[in-house]
């Protein structure tokens, strides 16, 4: 599965001029889970948990730049700009949020990216120095899409009927099946089998579409079925 890296920097830069400060910030992303799933197109909330851990303040005059690459490529937001700004102060041993809605466009759809934030305090008239660099940077990966993280073998040939359905699906195909995975369209799995491949029993499927995902020994094939009772 091809990787996307999505990268986040934000920056702390400093507009006072009381010379040399220390401002150890530490950065966690709260939200998405590490290991979760995105859906495209639909809105979403990061939320990066920022700690100060030095024994300067982060004035209220100082600014967090918040940008952002994918691929090494810079993100455009609104306004033809590459980078966001918050201002917000953060005392010694205190924290701050910073959240943002974001949104995953239909080009990473079942892909896996991982997604990284970094703090790196800077100002060349006001320099801030950050002891603890290694605690900067924190990542989580993600899974972009419907079906985030299957990867399907457009090659197996599987066949699934009847299409629609009522009671039983039959799954017919030309090399051994290990399993079949039902979910709805929001991803959520409803059912899984290891056997009887030749009448899987959805009778305690509501009515709706379904996507069977179908495993053997060359991969994965996806099938969409509708269950009509």
């Given at each position: 599965?091809?990787?996307?890296?999505?990268?986040?920097?934000?920056?702390?830069?400093?507009?006072?001029?009381?010379?040399?400060?220390?401002?150890?910030?530490?950065?966690?992303?709260?939200?998405?889970?590490?290991?979760?799933?995105?859906?495209?197109?639909?809105?979403?909330?990061?939320?990066?948990?920022?700690?100060?851990?030095?024994?300067?303040?982060?004035?209220?005059?100082?600014?967090?730049?918040?940008?952002?690459?994918?691929?090494?490529?810079?993100?455009?937001?609104?306004?033809?700009?590459?980078?966001?700004?918050?201002?917000?102060?953060?005392?010694?041993?205190?924290?701050?949020?910073?959240?943002?809605?974001?949104?995953?466009?239909?080009?990473?759809?079942?892909?896996?990216?991982?997604?990284?934030?970094?703090?790196?305090?800077?100002?060349?008239?006001?320099?801030i120095i950050d002891p603890e660099?290694?605690?900067?940077?924190?990542?989580?990966?993600?899974?972009?899409?419907?079906?985030?993280?299957?990867?399907?073998?457009?090659?197996?040939?599987?066949?699934?009927?009847?299409?629609?359905?009522?009671?039983?699906?039959?799954?017919?195909?030309?090399?051994?099946?290990?399993?079949?995975?039902?979910?709805?369209?929001?991803?959520?799995?409803?059912?899984?089998?290891?056997?009887?491949?030749?009448?899987?029993?959805?009778?305690?499927?509501?009515?709706?579409?379904?996507?069977?995902?179908?495993?053997?020994?060359?991969?994965?094939?996806?099938?969409?079925?509708?269950?009509?009772?």
């Open positions: 599965m091809k990787k996307h890296l999505l990268f986040v920097c934000l920056s702390a830069i400093s507009a006072c001029a009381f010379g040399q400060r220390e401002s150890d910030l530490k950065v966690s992303i709260t939200s998405p889970t590490n290991g979760g799933s995105v859906e495209t197109m639909e809105i979403f909330s990061l939320n990066v948990f920022l700690t100060n851990l030095g024994s300067a303040h982060v004035q209220l005059e100082d600014t967090l730049r918040y940008s952002m690459t994918i691929e090494g490529e810079p993100v455009t937001f609104p306004g033809d700009a590459n980078y966001l700004y918050y201002q917000q102060s953060i005392g010694a041993g205190a924290t701050y949020t910073i959240s943002r809605n974001m949104v995953f466009d239909s080009s990473l759809d079942g892909q896996t990216i991982e997604l990284c934030v970094q703090v790196i305090p800077m100002n060349g008239d006001d320099p660099m290694g605690d900067n940077t924190s990542c989580i990966t993600l899974n972009i899409g419907e079906f985030a993280g299957v990867e399907e073998n457009d090659a197996i040939a599987v066949q699934v009927y009847p299409n629609p359905a009522s009671q039983s699906v039959t799954i017919d195909s030309k090399e051994p099946i290990h399993s079949v995975s039902v979910r709805d369209a929001l991803g959520k799995e409803w059912a899984v089998f290891l056997s009887g491949f030749e009448a899987l029993d959805c009778s305690s499927l509501q009515s709706g579409t379904y996507f069977f995902i179908v495993t053997t020994a060359s991969g994965r094939k996806i099938e969409r079925v509708v269950i009509n009772r």
